[in-house]
């Protein structure tokens, strides 16, 4: 009695362990929920935080924009982009998709 009471908590205990080592992934419905919250920048509005969450834009990047459109009145199209000092026709056509007036 013994010895089947030990062979079957063995035997539960193999076929729990797989589970329990899977690896954890993110349901396809978690990611879409991610794309669907990242939302266009609007770079006439943005606070330095949202712009840092474009490629290649740091605190400073994003605090010469702001600096920029201050001094400007805004931006009138996207391309007035590349007059920030630091932001060149790469980093815009990198985040072109992300950006919006």
Request: glycine content about 6%; proline content about 3%.
């Amino acid at each position: 009695m013994k010895m089947s009471f030990l062979g079957v908590l063995v035997a539960a205990a193999l076929m729990v362990a797989p589970a329990l080592a899977a690896e954890k992934v993110t349901p396809q419905s978690e990611v879409s929920k991610t794309l669907t919250q990242m939302e266009a920048v609007n770079i006439n509005t943005a606070s330095a935080e949202q712009l840092t969450q474009l490629k290649g834009v740091g605190e400073s990047k994003a605090q010469a924009i702001i600096e920029y459109r201050k001094a400007h009145g805004g931006f009138k199209n996207l391309d007035e982009l590349t007059q920030v000092k630091g932001i060149g026709p790469k980093l815009l056509e990198q985040n072109r998709a992300s950006l919006k007036l």
